[in-house]
């Protein structure tokens, strides 16, 4: 069974809005969760992280907040670029095992 | 860009056949990981690596193994190739203590 997952397959947003995006975990020893973005026949890459001991991280225009009660975190991209049309997969481990689990991934297209 | 290599890039193979997939890195990483990505499943752990000679199963394991006998080298076997590996490969790195995997750009297997 997936431990984490992402129930949206896809997002379609506008320009300049906002995109957030939502994942579920089911193992409560996860302590460490990121975020990635693919592009189609690239690797997914880095976006942003964040541990169990903080509630909300920012860079840029990407915030990520965790609710460890609920077991749940979401992506904030604001504002929303074309160029952020990608796959974004969510993921999580338990940080003394470095073993990463990944969710099913959203499709966001941005629209101009 | 993370010095992450995989080889090949892309390969055709026929059910029954024996396939081997390389990941190379120049990071001096310890952690390696190897992913498939399929539609509606995203990333599932399929072997990792937390050290020279050290690997552990992850998700999907059943039909592959791994070896890792240098730092910079992890191997993907499929022993017998059947066409529900026909998938995109990731190889993944990390350094270890909370840092983020980089992964490299893939290999699309295809078992004919």
């Known amino acids: 069974d997936q431990q984490v997952k992402q129930n949206s397959p896809s997002l379609s947003v506008q320009e300049g809005r906002i995109s957030i995006l939502n994942c579920d975990y089911t193992?409560?020893?996860?302590?460490?969760f990121l975020w990635y973005k693919k592009y189609p026949a690239e690797g997914p890459t880095f976006l942003i992280s964040?541990?169990?001991?903080?509630d909300k991280n920012e860079d840029g225009r990407f915030t990520v907040f965790l609710n460890k009660s609920a077991k749940h975190l979401s992506l904030h991209i604001v504002p929303s670029q074309p160029g952020d049309s990608a796959v974004y997969f969510c993921?999580?481990?338990?940080?003394?095992?470095?073993?990463?689990?990944f969710g099913s991934g959203t499709k966001l297209n941005v629209k101009p | 860009d993370a010095g992450i290599t995989q080889s090949p890039r892309h390969k055709v193979t026929e059910t029954g056949t024996p396939v081997t997939l390389r990941c190379h890195q120049t990071?001096?990483?310890?952690?390696m990981y190897w992913y498939r990505q399929d539609p509606g499943h995203g990333l599932r752990l399929i072997h990792y690596?937390?050290?020279?000679?050290?690997?552990d199963k992850g998700e999907v394991s059943d039909g592959y193994s791994v070896s890792r006998s240098k730092t910079e080298d992890f191997l993907l076997t499929l022993e017998s190739a059947t066409s529900s590996q026909t998938s995109v490969y990731f190889c993944?790195?990390?350094?270890?203590?909370?840092?983020?995997?980089?992964f490299g750009n893939g290999t699309r297997l295809t078992v004919t």
């Open positions: 993944a790195i990390s350094a270890g203590g909370g840092s983020p995997l980089h």
């Open positions: 193992n409560s020893m996860f302590d460490y």
């Open positions: 964040i541990s169990s001991i903080k």
């Open positions: 993921a999580a481990s338990e940080y003394s095992f470095n073993k990463f689990y």
């Open positions: 990071e001096n990483h310890r952690y």
């Open positions: 690596s937390y050290g020279v000679k050290d690997t």
